[in-house]
């Protein structure tokens, strides 16, 4: 069956632009997670949805991060005046219900800023 | 403050030898996860280690709980290069509805 899918896989841009990144969770999942892996870390939670909402959003790292799931399903991840310490990896999960179900993750995008 | 600490950074062995890497938290937790991540692609689940004391065995991986819920372990036995990738502890506290906290990992090479 189809996993989480994010696009685009690769994503070049420069310092100062706006960038969003896409992420289709497990069909029928409800909840959705952001991370963000930086070289040499393991994933760091930038934010959470349980169905359209924000369950919890305390990951991410200033007003510059936005994320939206308007339908419960597709999540976009948002970056406003891109820095170059935003290039990472970001990663999206999805799971069946909640927090203490199996995550399953996307193959990421990787993020870079020049 | 890094919550989990995995050691050792990395690791490089030849095919056929043992190893064991190690996960530790100052902080009891009530599950740990062990996933396993290869380059260009997302942490895949291996095992979730619930109570204390727990082993549980995926083939040539066995992966044990700390009596303590503070520390887990992962031992591979007789490794082969296709165990060949980056090991990650994520741990999820007593809340239950908390996204998961990861370890650095360790990275593991295996040389045929």
């Known amino acids: 069956g189809a996993g989480v899918s994010q696009t685009p896989s690769n994503k070049v841009t420069e310092k100062g632009k706006y960038v969003e990144l896409r992420c289709d969770p497990i069909?029928?999942?409800?909840?959705l997670y952001w991370y963000r892996q930086s070289l040499g870390q393991g994933p760091e939670f930038l934010i959470y949805?349980?169905?359209?909402?924000?369950?919890?959003d305390s990951g991410l790292p200033n007003d510059r991060f936005f994320a939206v799931r308007p339908e419960g399903s597709v999540s976009t991840l948002k970056i406003q005046r891109t820095e170059r310490g935003d290039s990472a990896v970001y990663l999206c999960?999805?799971?069946?219900?909640?927090?203490?179900?199996?995550?399953?993750f996307g193959p990421g995008t990787r993020l870079t800023v020049l | 403050t890094q919550l989990l600490e995995q050691s050792p950074q990395f690791l490089s062995i030849q095919e056929g030898e043992n190893l064991t890497v190690y996960c530790n938290s100052s902080?009891?937790?009530?599950?740990l996860q062990w996933y396993r991540q290869e380059p260009g692609e997302g942490p895949v689940l291996l095992v979730t280690?619930?109570?204390?004391?727990e082993v549980k065995k995926l083939k040539r991986l066995t992966f044990q709980f700390g009596d303590a819920r503070k520390d887990s372990s992962l031992h591979i036995t007789a490794a082969q290069p296709g165990d060949t990738g980056l090991y990650l502890c994520?741990?999820?506290?007593?809340?239950?509805?908390?996204?998961?906290?990861f370890g650095k990992g360790t990275r593991l090479s295996v040389i045929a």
């Open positions: 280690v619930v109570t204390g004391g």
């Open positions: 949805f349980q169905g359209t909402g924000a369950a919890d």
């Open positions: 902080s009891v937790f009530s599950s």
């Open positions: 994520a741990l999820q506290t007593f809340s239950g509805n908390t996204p998961l906290v």
């Open positions: 069909s029928g999942h409800t909840a």
């Open positions: 999960a999805s799971s069946r219900q909640g927090a203490s179900d199996t995550q399953y």
